[in-house]
């Protein structure tokens, strides 16, 4: 359901000559990446959002749909990097979203593999903490790390800012270098 959606996103913005839409398990073996085209060093770019909510530490959804999307073991995002690592070619970039209280966990799950980290906390509204971070990163860098200026998605008065607008709406560039 989730592909079929993404599908028609790309055509719906003009892209579905330019993007391919695959269903299946990050966990699954090199082989049956390679049954669906993906082959080891082949993609440019991968964009991911894993499961960042440790069922252990965190309320998990009561619903199903969003308790799978949502909700992954200690182990999940090692998973997805390594996975990453094997499907993009040397200096490939990887962005990916996670938990802002985790850092530390997106830092040992990149180490060794990539490096150029660049983040960019996500927060609420101007007085809260971030509460995500999105990350660009890219395979084999030795550059060092940026942390930019943080993402404010919505005002005092709880309404998005001009800057998380233009992102969602217009399709402006996230400041991710």
Request: proline residues 9%.
């Amino acid at each position: 359901r989730l592909a079929a959606l993404a599908e028609d996103n790309a055509r719906l913005n003009g892209l579905a000559d330019r993007v391919r839409t695959v269903a299946l398990d990050v966990a699954a073996r090199p082989r049956a990446f390679a049954a669906q085209g993906l082959a080891p060093a082949a993609a440019d770019r991968v964009m991911m959002n894993p499961p960042y909510n440790d069922p252990v530490r965190h309320h998990v959804s009561p619903d199903l749909g969003r308790r799978a999307a949502h909700t992954g073991g200690a182990e999940t995002l090692a998973v997805w990097c390594r996975v990453a690592a094997r499907l993009l070619a040397p200096g490939g970039g990887l962005t990916l979203i996670w938990r802002a209280d985790a850092l530390a966990d997106v830092r040992a799950a990149l180490a060794g593999r990539f490096g150029g980290l660049t983040l960019l906390p996500v927060h609420p509204r101007p007085d809260a903490a971030a509460i995500r971070i999105l990350v660009g990163t890219v395979k084999g860098s030795r550059a060092p790390l940026v942390l930019r200026p943080g993402l404010i998605l919505n005002d005092d008065s709880g309404r998005p800012t001009p800057t998380a607008e233009a992102i969602l709406r217009t399709g402006a560039p996230l400041p991710l270098g």
